[in-house]
């Protein structure tokens, strides 16, 4: 899974990035069109009860994938690096400023995080609209020519795109079939994914972060980007005396994680074993023949049934053994629909 971190020049775009990924990008170098990828770990606790258990050589969380794009609002730049770190995104991350600091100049020369969710709605949409009456053009004349239906459809579907674009709403906004959904995914529009939004607020203002609960009709994640940035930095000893230092009582950024989490709709399935106990994120809706593909794709070829138990069941019982004793281990066929916290073993024949 995929995330791409956008948002106005000097946000805290990479500073967040950063103490997500525990990366040390480095921050402050507004312009520069330089795209930094890493990947932050999901906290579960489950996990960490399961490795406690089998203690395996090698333990696996889920991760997520974060791209952290150059500021949005540069019409050279928004038009060509950013679209192209992040068409592949899953779902797209804001960040808007709300901290004042006047040797961090803002593009707009205002901190005004409402007006710059706005703003960057409006830029996603506007580049949208630049790929749509490219592709039309291309097509008007094709579908004159050729009758081809499928181009047709597309032109169709284009059509619409187009319309509910110049009416100021995202595509993520618009009906789809399943095939249209499809199709627009090729395309890769910017407005049609899932958008999560965090506000940057200063460590002066901890203690007015409800101010900012609600912006635009959003619930954004409020938190303060630079402390967390030095709060990743820090060994587990520090860490507790840093929150104590702020009076905060945890990190944001599990926030954050889960926040992407659910605006993707992910449950997570476990593998255990001796060699390794390894989290595996899949869409709510996941057959277990798929999640056995997510795994190898040789275990879905040769896919006969899977051996699967909850995480409670299997705390309750203590080993794989007690619980196929007790009955709470079943065998799931390939169009079970995989839950979260599933403990997962795959008997296949290849
Ligand atoms: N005072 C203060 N400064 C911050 C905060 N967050 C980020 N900064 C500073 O703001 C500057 C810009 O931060 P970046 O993370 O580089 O911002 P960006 O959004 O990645 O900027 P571009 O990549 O240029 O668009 C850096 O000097 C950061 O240290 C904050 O919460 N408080
Ligand atoms: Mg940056």
Known sequence: MKIGIIGPAAAGKTTLFNALTGDAASTGGYGAARVNVGAAAVADAR???????????????AAVDFV????????????????????GADALLVVVRAFEDAGVPHPKESIDPARDLNDVRFDLMLRDLAVVERRVERLERLVKLKKDPAEAAEFALLGRIRETLE????????????????SVKGFGFLSAKPLLVVVNIGEDQLREADAFSKLNGETPVVLAAKLEEEF???????????????????????????????????????????????????????????AAGTIHSDLERGFIRA?????????????????RDKGTLRLEGKEYVVKDGDIFHVRFNV
């Open 232 to 290: 990743a930095q820090l060994s587990e000893d520090e860490r507790a005396e840093f929150l104590a230092d702020y009076d905060l009582e945890s990190s944001a950024l599990d926030k954050v994680v889960q926040a992407a989490f659910s605006l993707l709709d992910l449950r997570c399935f476990f593998t255990v074993s001796e060699e390794e106990v390894r989290a595996w994120p899949v869409r709510a809706g996941t057959i277990a023949l798929h």
């Open 307 to 323: 051996e699967v138990l909850s995480f409670p069941d299997f705390m309750a019982a203590g080993s794989l053994a007690a619980a």
């Open 47 to 61: 996990v960490d009860a399961l490795s406690g258990v089998f203690r395996p050589k090698k333990t696996t969380h």
């Open 167 to 182: 009416e100021g709403r995202p595509v993520r906004s618009m009906q789809m079939s399943e095939d249209e959904a499809r």
């Open 68 to 87: 952290d794009a150059p500021g949005v609002g540069d019409a050279a730049r928004s038009a060509e690096v950013i679209p192209q770190a992040l068409e």
